[in-house]
C-alpha cells in the first residue's frame, strides 16, 4: 500500500517506523509531508522515505493518508488538501477533532478517526479508534493494520469515547512517567544511587502492569497482596491517599477530557 504521513514529528515518525517494522509499505511507498526541513532531514535520514513539504503532492497517488499534525494546524491542513483527495482512506490521530469537523471540510467519508500514544515508539502503543459509517471494508482492515502496527488497537463504533481515550491512554503515558520520575526521586532521596532507583521502578512500573495483564485481578487485588497489616506499605498507601493522589488523579483526567472537547468546538473552515 501506497501512504502519506501529513506530519512528521512524533507520531508521524512513529506510524513511518511502525508500518515499515510491520512491513505494510515499503521505503519506496511511503512519503511524509512536513513544513520543518530539519524534520523532514531527520525523518529521511532515519527511515529512507521521501520527503516533502507540498501536502497535495504527498496525497496524490496514497491509498491511506494520516493527517498527524497539531489540532490547531488542521483547519487549514484540511481545507487545503480537500480540492487533492479523492477516494483515498484517511486517518486522523489530530486530538479532539471530530469525524464531523473533518467530513465537512473534506466532503468525503472513508474516515478513520484514531488515538494512539507514544509507547508505540517501541511497538507498544494503545491505539482507540472509530469510522465513519461510510467506510468499505477494505478500508476498515486497512487502517486496523495500519493502526495494529504500533501495537494493540481497539475498534469503537460510538466516536464519543474517543474524547475519553484521548484523556486515559492518549495522554496517559505522560502521567504515567510523571509518576516514574517522582518514585525515582523518592529512591534517590532515601539514599539509592539515581541508576540503581531507575532500574527499580522501571521494572516495578513494566511488572506490575504485567502482572495485572496476565492475573486478570482487580487492582485492589494486587495492591492488598502487597500490603501486610501494619507493614510498611500501609505506611506509604496512607500518605498517598491523605495527599489526595486518587481524587487528583481523576480531576487530572477530567481535566484533559474537557480539554479534548473544548479542542473539537472550534470551527474548521
Ligand atoms: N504526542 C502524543 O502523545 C500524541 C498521542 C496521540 C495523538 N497525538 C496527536 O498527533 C498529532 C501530532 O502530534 P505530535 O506530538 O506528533 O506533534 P509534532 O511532534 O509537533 O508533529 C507535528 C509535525 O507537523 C508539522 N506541521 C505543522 N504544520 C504542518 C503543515 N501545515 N503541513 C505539514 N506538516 C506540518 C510540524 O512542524 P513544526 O514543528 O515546524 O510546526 C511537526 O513537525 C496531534 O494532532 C496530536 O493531537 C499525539
Keep these: 500500500m501506497k501512504v502519506a504521513v501529513i506530519g512528521g514529528g512524533t507520531m508521524g515518525g512513529t506510524l513511518v517506523k511502525s508500518i515499515l517494522r510491520a512491513r505494510l509499505a515499503s521505503k519506496n511507498d511511503i512519503v511524509v509531508s512536513d513544513i520543518s526541513h530539519d524534520r523532514r532531514e531527520l525523518i529521511k535520514k532515519r527511515y529512507g522515505v521521501a520527503v ?3 501536502n497535495a503532492e504527498a496525497v496524490h497517488r496514497a491509498d491511506a493518508v494520516i493527517l498527524a499534525v497539531k489540532p490547531q494546524e488542521m483547519p487549514g491542513v484540511l481545507s487545503r488538501l480537500s480540492a487533492h483527495l479523492a477516494s483515498q482512506l484517511i486517518i486522523s490521530i489530530a486530538a479532539g477533532i471530530s469525524l464531523e469537523t473533518i467530513s465537512q471540510v473534506l466532503k468525503q467519508n472513508a474516515l478513520v478517526r484514531a488515538m494512539p500514544n ?7 502503543g494503545m491505539t ?5 459509517g461510510e467506510l468499505s471494508s ?4 486497512m487502517a486496523r493494520l495500519i493502526l495494529a502496527s504500533m501495537g494493540e488497537e481497539m475498534y469503537l463504533k460510538d466516536e464519543r469515547y474517543l474524547d475519553m481515550a484521548t484523556a486515559v491512554s492518549g495522554s496517559g503515558p505522560a502521567y504515567v512517567f510523571l509518576f516514574i520520575e517522582a518514585l525515582i526521586d523518592a529512591g534517590v532521596h532515601i539514599g539509592l544511587t539515581r541508576d540503581v532507583a531507575q532500574k527499580l521502578v522501571i521494572e516495578t512500573v513494566a511488572g506490575s502492569a504485567e502482572a495485572m495483564k496476565k492475573m486478570s485481578r482487580h487492582p485492589a487485588e494486587l495492591r492488598n497482596m502487597v500490603t501486610s497489616p501494619g507493614g510498611t506499605t500501609a ?3 496512607l500518605r498517598l491517599e ?6 487528583l488523579v481523576i480531576n487530572a483526567v477530567v481535566a484533559a477530557y474537557e480539554k479534548a472537547q473544548s479542542l473539537g ?4 473552515g
Design 52 to 54: 516533502t513539504d507540498n
Design 118 to 124: 507514544t509507547p508505540a515508539q517501541v511497538g507498544k
Design 128 to 132: 482507540v479508534w472509530t469510522s465513519s
Design 138 to 141: 477494505e478500508k476498515h482492515d
Design 235 to 237: 505506611e506509604a498507601l
Design 242 to 247: 491523605c495527599g489526595g493522589l486518587r481524587s
Design 265 to 268: 468546538t472550534k470551527k474548521i
